[in-house]
């Protein structure tokens, strides 16, 4: 077996189990082997029954006091038993698990793990796993690897196809070069990966996580240099003069530029205007107003001949945009012609947009990341802004670029379209020169005036009342409301609570004349539209929403937010949360609930001392500890699949030096020590190229 395989080379997995799998972005064995689990569950030993206590995982080892019954409640069938060790009896229920019924013995041992909790018929553990003892002992005290299963997996599934595909593949070769491994205490790689699989206990565990989570930093930082050689002479293809129309309108603009934002703006300017094409990164916290330095840039662009688009990671946030520039410039009387373009328009929509587009009869074009990059042929593309994503592929810039020129007078020069990238995640400065090595980086690092900054307090579930109390009142006074879930759906799985049930609950807790709205990401782009035109609007005063509100919305007007289960958040993610309250002149204030025990209130008190981005992921890691590899991932970022930036920037900075020295010695990888190094980087790099950005 070799790591390109397909996976139907895996013993047990035929071609619709590849389809699954595939799905999930597993193509090959190389994939499957580097889906690492998602969490680990520890095996605890058996406690006896009189000691159980209510609430989290209880593991009993007892015997069936009697043959299980079947109970029908609604649609539900429902298995009950009873079961006894020395110390005790317990109930036990599972629903819809008909099958059991037969299986389960009347005077025999298991063992039950399950999450025990008091109905009025007392304790009562629910929908227990089964072992039989002897499978269950030898596995006490060891962690099983739990992973993100795509639909149609299973988890044992996976297991053993990861097994499978280990014996398969035998030993690979190891391609960090020994100096590096020596250097930095690195783990061997075959020891790595299958430990990270299947690891003997946490102490392992961390030493070969420590090895993988280097190697993706390792080859990022690689891949980002050897990238921003290749494109050190990139010339600027489509240079413009600077127009005097841009500075009327925004002496025009309702409010003054900050100073960091008339910065920025220049920083841009000069790029435009200047000899080389732009790569640059604007990072400013949300609310730090980088929408209008965009559009600055955009009509910059527009008024020296180009077109412009504009992308957003979701509909809501492009529609957003395209009203708020509409908008502007009927205000203004500007006359230059903006497009969107997003996934629910009808294909005749859409058609005559790329019509227009195609005929430079646009100028901006806003849209959707996927829209933009794959249908749109642009007359005479200058300059591409990505909002709230952190890279831009090289391909896809080639892409768009090359389109564009596609039967356009004749001896043109093609050329690429300048690139700005927009973020509000905070990065500390050392970490982004580490990251963006190969992006110029504006900083918006002032709010405009007159925010008054948001009011942050922490509760237990038991205070909840009071939250909608708070709501009420704030609507009453012409404000609005987000309350934030983790869940969509109700699943006996996942605890949490869910934006369906939930809305149904707060709609018998708030005054009638209230209306409710939800939002999530499984509803149709069209109904998500709807629903935050309307939350826009004021038709709808309480929003209760996933988290598919934390890019970029704006609603000036909404001052209350509220999170269910905010324990269950990163705090980089709660923060980002946040932003889209204290957007407007009234005070705003933010309720985390705390779903959870009181331990969790520390963490979370982080964001009630501080509206600093940077600051509470700096706090959150000490707080935490680095390599803690069973909490929450920060940021997500960058598609690392292990790594986090905040919580192992020691071992960003160590890869970051490792790369540095590397490449200080063999620019080219070129020697003999180097070899599986270069290899491994080319299918990196092969693999990546959409995603990195020059
Ligand atoms: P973000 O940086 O999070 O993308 P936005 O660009 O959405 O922030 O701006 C947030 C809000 O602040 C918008 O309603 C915008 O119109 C407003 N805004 C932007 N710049 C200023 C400013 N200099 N003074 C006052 N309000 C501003
Ligand atoms: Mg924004």
Not at 42 to 48: I, L
Not at 79 to 100: C, H, K, P, Q
Not at 299 to 305: F, R, S
Not at 372 to 398: C, M, N, Y
Request: proline fraction near 4%; charged fraction near 25%; aromatic fraction near 8%.
């Amino acid at each position: 077996m070799r790591l390109a395989d397909k996976l139907t080379a895996i013993k047990g997995i035929g071609e619709k189990t590849a389809q699954s799998y595939a799905r999930a972005g597993m193509e090959t064995v190389e994939d499957l082997i580097h889906y690492y689990p998602r969490t680990y569950e520890e095996c605890a030993a058996p406690v006896p029954i009189r000691s159980l206590q209510e609430g989290g995982p209880v593991v009993v080892c007892a015997a069936l006091a009697s043959d299980a019954r079947v109970r029908y409640t609604g649609k539900l069938k429902i298995v009950d038993a009873v079961i006894r060790d020395e110390t005790g009896s317990l109930r036990v229920t599972w629903f819809n698990m008909m099958y059991l019924k037969d299986v389960l013995r009347s005077g025999k041992r298991y063992v039950f793990k399950g999450k025990l909790s008091v109905s009025r018929f007392g304790m009562v553990l629910e929908q227990p796993v089964i072992y039989a003892p002897e499978t269950y002992v030898p596995l006490i005290g060891k962690l099983r690897p739990i992973y993100s299963l795509p639909s149609g997996i299973t988890g044992k599934g996976i297991e053993k196809a990861v097994k499978e595909a280990f014996a398969g593949l035998g030993m690979l070769k190891e391609f960090l070069p020994a100096s590096i491994r020596r250097k930095y205490a690195l783990a061997e790689y075959n020891y790595a990966l299958r430990t990270i699989h299947f690891p003997p206990d946490k102490t392992e565990l961390t030493f070969a996580r420590r090895r993988l989570v280097f190697d993706e930093f390792f080859l990022f930082i690689l891949a980002v240099r050897y990238l921003r050689d290749v494109n050190e002479v990139q010339e600027n293809g489509c240079r413009i003069e600077p127009s005097p129309l841009v500075d009327q309108f925004e002496k025009s603009l309702p409010f003054a530029l900050t100073g960091a934002q008339k910065r920025c703006y220049q920083e841009i300017l000069a790029d435009l205007t200047g000899p080389k094409l732009m790569n640059r990164l604007v990072q400013g916290d949300v609310g730090s107003g980088k929408t209008i330095v965009a559009l600055l840039a955009l009509m910059q662009m527009a008024y020296g001949g180009y077109q412009g688009a504009l992308m957003a990671p979701t509909e809501v946030l492009a529609r957003q945009h395209y009203e708020n520039f509409t908008r502007l410039f009927a205000q203004a009387q500007i006359n230059l012609r903006v497009e969107l373009l997003t996934g629910s328009m009808t294909a005749k929509e859409k058609r005559e947009a790329y019509g227009r587009i195609a005929a430079h009869e646009t100028d901006i074009v806003v849209g959707t990341h996927a829209v933009i990059q794959d249908k749109v042929h642009f007359a005479r593309l200058g300059l591409v802004i990505t909002d709230e994503q952190h890279r831009f592929g090289v391909r896809q810039r080639e892409n768009l670029a090359g389109k564009g020129q596609e039967g356009m007078e004749q001896g043109r020069q093609q050329s690429l379209p300048h690139v700005l990238v927009m973020s509000a995640t905070p990065i500390p400065r050392t970490l982004a020169i580490i990251l963006y090595g190969d992006l110029d980086i504006s900083v918006i690092d002032e709010k405009p005036v007159g925010r008054l900054p948001i009011k942050n307090c922490v509760i237990g579930a038991s205070r909840r009342k009071k939250a909608y109390e708070f709501i009420t009142n704030q609507v009453k006074e012409g404000r609005q409301a987000y309350v934030i879930c983790p869940m969509v759906e109700d699943s006996s799985s996942v605890e949490g609570e869910n934006v369906q049930d939930y809305a149904k609950k707060l709609a018998e807790e708030l005054p009638p004349s209230i209306t409710i709205g939800t939002l999530h990401g499984r509803m149709k782009p069209s109904e998500k539209n709807r629903v935050m035109e309307d939350f826009a609007a004021g038709r709808i005063q309480v929003l209760v929403s996933t988290t598919v509100v934390e890019v970029g919305v704006d609603v000036p007007n909404a001052t209350v937010m509220v999170v269910e289960n905010a324990e269950r958040f990163g705090l980089a993610q709660l923060h980002q949360l946040r932003g889209r309250i204290g957007r407007g002149q009234y005070q705003s204030y933010c309720i985390f609930i705390n779903g959870s025990d009181a331990s969790k209130v520390k963490r979370l008190e982080i964001l009630t001392r501080t509206n600093d981005g940077f600051a509470i992921a700096s706090e959150d890691l000490k707080l935490r500890g680095p390599g803690d590899i069973f909490g929450l991932r920060q940021s997500g970022l960058m598609d690392f699949a292990l790594g986090d930036i905040y919580t192992d920037a020691g071992i960003l900075k160590e890869a970051s030096e490792a790369a540095g020295e590397l490449l200080a010695q063999d620019y080219e990888l070129r020697s003999e020590e180097n070899r599986e190094l270069k290899k491994r980087l080319d299918r990196y790099l092969e693999r990546k190229l959409d995603t990195l950005s020059l």
